[in-house]
Nanobody, 123 residues
Framework: VQLQASGGGLVQAGGSLRLSCAAS????????LGWFRQAPGKEREFVAA????????YYEDSVKGRFTISRDNDGNTVYLQMNTLKPEDTAIYYC?????????????????WGQGTKVTVSS
């Protein structure tokens, strides 16, 4: 299974970005998907996750109400819509697959990782 993340960039505080992550190989529609981020000098942290069906989602507290995770099983793609961005959202964002299909927030529960896309939010 391979994942390719895209959509990062430079945006002003209060702006929006939409990240995409395209998967190839495996059985995409059976996998849960997650987004994580890693800021400079910090550990990678959970951002959001979505179940195999798309029926369940879970968010880290600081992004609730601002970020939305969604998926397109026909297109083998997961998205992260990020609104009202803040400078503290600056990080490299990674998509990941959890092959058991259920929403998880522990980094160790994820089996495959994309290469990351950089998001920079200026104040």
């Amino acid at each position: 299974v391979q994942l390719q993340a895209s959509g990062g960039g430079l945006v002003q505080a209060g702006g929006s970005l939409r990240l995409s992550c395209a998967a190839s190989g495996g059985y995409f529609s059976t996998y849960a998907l997650g987004w994580f981020r890693q800021a400079p000098g910090k550990e990678r942290e959970f951002v959001a996750a979505i179940s195999w069906s798309g029926g369940y989602t879970y968010y880290e507290d600081s992004v609730k109400g601002r970020f939305t995770i969604s998926r397109d099983n026909d297109g083998n793609t997961v998205y992260l819509q990020m609104n009202t961005l803040k400078p503290e959202d600056t990080a490299i964002y990674y998509c990941a697959i959890n092959t058991d299909g259920y929403v998880k927030w522990n980094i160790r529960d994820y089996d495959y990782w994309g290469q990351g896309t950089k998001v920079t939010v200026s104040s």
